[in-house]
């Protein structure tokens, strides 16, 4: 396992403030910056691009960044009602032709995990590397129950804040801007765009769970020791199922480890970009 210093990427993303953006002519908000070999960042549910932040800052160096506002987020526009995760990895892939990008890098977090694990599933010609940052695989009955009665409470309740919190913060100091961060995040998200997301992660953990072993390129599984939902074992699972794949835990993180340990995301996510298609 890794460990992690006590300087928070969470404060580089509030100095960022609203990162400036484009849209497609779809409606897909992203933010680009570097130039190079393209790489798409796709955040979790409730979050939005800024999420991203010291991994755009540190990978752009060398590499064109593009990060996307996920459907229902940000200033992007929505999904149907009803949409599934596979609706969520077609939206990709008609955001990747919008941009003209024959292949791509991409890493996704939470339900962007979900998404980008899609994409290398499913168009996986246009894949080079896939980097699965805190993403579920096969969740066990209490979990999936739990997540699922999460979804079906959205359109009632509207968007919970502090239980996500709960779940993805330790009471650690590199958590405190983090948490604070994501609190506005999610009082910031489209109710409706959120529910769609929601459920679409929700029901989308086995979705693709039997394609990994068709996954060609380096793929990185990277969570955090203590992620209640996103655990170590599935990242282990994972990566023991795809021909390049790896697994990499940073100890004592949790969910939101890309903003609590900057420092050995943005190593281990250059680190990944490092290796041929061939390689691992």
Known sequence: MLTAGSISGAAAAKGAGDLPRKKTPGGTAYHEAGSGEPLVLIHGVGMRLEAWAPQITFLSADHRVIAVDMPGHGE???LPAGSRLEEFVAWFGRFLDEMAIDRVNVAGHSMGALVSGGAAATFGERISRVAYLNGVYRRDPQA?????ARAAAIPLTGVDKEGPLARWFGDDADSVVARELTREWLSRV?????AVAYAAFAGG????ADRWKDVAGPALFLTGSDDPNSTPLMAEQMAALAPK????IVEGHRHMVNLTAPDIVNSLLAEWLSFGEDER
């Open 76 to 78: 992007s526009a929505k």
């Open 144 to 148: 999936k129950a739990a997540v699922l």
């Open 190 to 194: 489209d109710p409706d765009g959120y």
């Open 205 to 208: 953990d086995e979705t693709y």
């Open 245 to 248: 794949g790896w697994a990499r």
